[in-house]
Antibody
Framework: EVHLVESGGGFVQPGGSLRLSCAAS????????MNWVRQAPGKGLEWVSE????????YYADSAKGRFTISRDNAKNSLYLQMNSLRDEDTALYFC???????????WGRGTLVTVSS | QSALTQPASVSGSPGQSITISCTGT?????????VSWYQQRPGQAPKLTIY???NRPSGVSARFSGSRSGNTASLTISGVQAEDEADYYC??????????FGGGTKLTVL
């Protein structure tokens, strides 16, 4: 059974940093692209970033470009999101999601909450 | 990248059919066969309901169907049931290799 478990969220002040992790199991991790999607409290979904199966291709939303870095360790079946220069508007539940097709994410974790506040 | 446009809410009585629209541009919805729909119940992660415009993942009820005309995609639920009450989001791949979601539609079953 496919499982995605996010961790690393927490409370951070504006300008601070956090590193999110997503532990994957139940499938051949190194054959799937992976994504981060976030959801601010009471708001809709926002795509953040994608990394290809090998890590060679990476894309970011404009809101993440220059501040966030996505990476993966296929030997550890893990996905990461390094978030720097955090802002109040980055407060959200961050989900990792497996990519079935270009815009079709077939498995999601339960999310890890990031709160940015002074 | 602007969010795709969805109605904020739709409603229907049990057994009725409802349709949720998702309007984008020729740079996203109208560009590729890469439109997906997600169902999200309160406190849960999104669930893939339709992918590649009209394909249903295994385990999703045949009451859910998707289509697209030009820059507008649609999700139709035939014979809506109480269990379908949830938020629904569309998503599309874009010409600049990003993804974009719609603002979400709250479905109320009367």
């Amino acid at each position: 059974e496919v499982h995605l478990v996010e961790s690393g969220g927490g409370f951070v002040q504006p300008g601070g940093s956090l590193r999110l992790s997503c532990a994957a199991s139940g499938f051949t991790f190194n054959t799937y692209g992976m994504n981060w999607v976030r959801q601010a409290p009471g708001k809709g979904l926002e795509w953040v970033s994608e990394i290809s199966s090998t890590g060679s291709t990476i894309y970011y939303a404009d809101s993440a470009k220059g501040r966030f870095t996505i990476s993966r360790d296929n030997a550890k079946n893990s996905l990461y999101l390094q978030m720097n220069s955090l802002r109040d508007e980055d407060t959200a539940l961050y989900f990792c999601a497996r990519e079935l097709t270009a815009a079709g994410f077939d498995y999601w974790g339960r999310g890890t909450l990031v709160t940015v506040s002074s | 990248q602007s969010a795709l446009t969805q109605p904020a809410s739709v409603s229907g009585s049990p057994g009725q059919s409802i349709t949720i629209s998702c309007t984008g541009t020729s740079n996203d919805v109208g560009a590729y066969n890469s439109v997906s729909w997600y169902q999200q119940r309160p406190g849960q992660a999104p669930k893939l309901t339709i992918y590649d415009v009209s394909n249903r993942p295994s385990g999703v009820s045949a009451r859910f169907s998707g289509s697209r005309s030009g820059n507008t995609a649609s999700l139709t639920i035939s014979g809506v049931q109480a269990e379908d009450e949830a938020d629904y989001y569309c998503s599309s791949y874009t010409r600049i290799n990003t993804r974009v979601f719609g603002g979400g539609t709250k479905l109320t079953v009367l």
